[in-house]
Nanobody, 114 residues
Framework: VQLQACGGGLVQPGGSLRLSCAAS????????MGWYRQAPGKQRDLVAS???????EYADSMKGRVTISRDNGKNTVYLQMNTLKPDDTAVYYC?????????WGQGTLVTVSS
């Protein structure tokens, strides 16, 4: 299984970005796709996740400012981020879990700065 993430970049405070992550390979149809982030010197934390059945989970830190969605036919997960703050600067990683397996994408850097 491979995960390819894209969409990161430099954005001004208050701006928006949309991340996407496409999974390929032998993927079990019942799964969870999610986004995590890791700021310098900090641990990797959940931002949001969505199951193949559509159940959502959001971290309190970004709740109300992010929307996670997925296209099951394309095995792709999206993260729409709005009203970004400098504290949101981090490497964002997509993740795919099914059965006992967990896979990570390569990470995409989001920098929020004026």
């Amino acid at each position: 299984v491979q995960l390819q993430a894209c969409g990161g970049g430099l954005v001004q405070p208050g701006g928006s970005l949309r991340l996407s992550c496409a999974a390929s390979g032998n993927i079990f149809r019942i799964n969870v796709m999610g986004w995590y982030r890791q700021a310098p010197g900090k641990q990797r934390d959940l931002v949001a996740s969505i199951t193949s059945g559509g159940k959502l989970e959001y971290a309190d830190s970004m709740k109300g400012r992010v929307t996670i969605s997925r296209d099951n036919g394309k095995n792709t997960v999206y993260l729409q981020m709005n009203t970004l703050k400098p504290d949101d600067t981090a490497v964002y990683y997509c993740n795919l879990k099914f059965t006992r397996y967990s896979f990570w994408g390569q990470g995409t850097l989001v920098t929020v700065s004026s």
